[in-house]
Antibody, heavy 127, light 107 residues
Framework: QVQLVESGGGVVQPGGSLRLSCAAS????????MHWVRQAPGKGLDWVAF????????YYADSVKGRFTISRDNSMNTLYLQVSSLKAEDTAVYYC????????????????????WGQGTMVTVSS | DIQMTQSPSSLSASVGDRVTITCRTS??????VNWYQQKPGKAPKVLIY???SLQRGVPSRFSGSGSGTDFTLTITSLQPEDFATYYC?????????FGQGTKVETK
């Protein structure tokens, strides 16, 4: 069955870095775009980043642009999120999600649904 | 950015009740509105995509409707397993955005 498993979270000091991973199985990973979404404790869902199926384009929320980098290794069926220059407000559960039913054209991606989610990995930024 | 405003933020209901949650967008969008359910400590799960299409495996008591700037999720007969938080989300344009959530609690 389709499965996404995140790892790499932990406690990090402000200004620190982590690399989050999302291992995919049960589907042809290289043909699907992938998202990262986060959820601060007791708060709602906050989209973070998206990468196209072949890694050719990446999109970021303004709040993380320049600090976070999304990437993927299709040979390893793994999605990554490098998080750097961390702030207290980055404390959250980070989920990866499989994008389905969408399309990208002319630099715009639209129409998709976050069809499958991992269980999440917690990142705590604290001194 | 397209803002998604859900109402109410929370509601109390009983098993068997009809529940309606509304999502208003800050600008008119097409059919790219999705709805998710999240239970405490769990990842979200998609219920409805493209305004009104039921995700495979989701019970038919869930339905979605709307157009323009106003969208609705309806649960026709609330079941015990439906007490959860519900989020709308738009994929009409980047950045992808979510509503703030509606918590459905036991009356």
């Amino acid at each position: 069955q389709v499965q996404l498993v995140e790892s790499g979270g932990g406690v990090v000091q402000p200004g620190g870095s982590l690399r989050l991973s999302c291992a995919a199985s049960g589907f042809t990973f290289s043909t699907y775009g992938m998202h990262w979404v986060r959820q601060a404790p007791g708060k709602g869902l906050d989209w973070v980043a998206f990468i196209r199926h072949d890694g050719s384009d990446q999109y970021y929320a303004d709040s993380v642009k320049g600090r976070f980098t999304i990437s993927r290794d299709n040979s390893m069926n793994t999605l990554y999120l490098q998080v750097s220059s961390l702030k207290a407000e980055d404390t959250a559960v980070y989920y990866c999600a499989k994008s389905e039913r969408g399309a990208c054209s002319g630099g715009r991606c639209y129409g998709d649904v976050f069809a499958v989610w991992g269980q999440g990995t917690m990142v705590t930024v604290s001194s | 950015d397209i803002q998604m405003t859900q109402s109410p933020s929370s509601l109390s209901a009983s098993v068997g009740d009809r529940v309606t949650i509304t999502c208003r967008t800050s600008q008119s969008i097409s059919t790219y509105v999705n709805w998710y359910q999240q239970k405490p400590g769990k990842a979200p799960k998609v219920l409805i995509y493209g305004v009104s299409s039921l995700q495979r495996g989701v019970p038919s008591r869930f339905s979605g409707s709307g157009s323009g700037t106003d969208f609705t999720l309806t649960i026709t007969s609330l079941q015990p397993e439906d007490f959860a938080t519900y989020y709308c989300q738009q994929s009409d344009s980047t950045p992808w955005t979510f509503g703030q959530g509606t918590k459905v609690e036991t009356k």
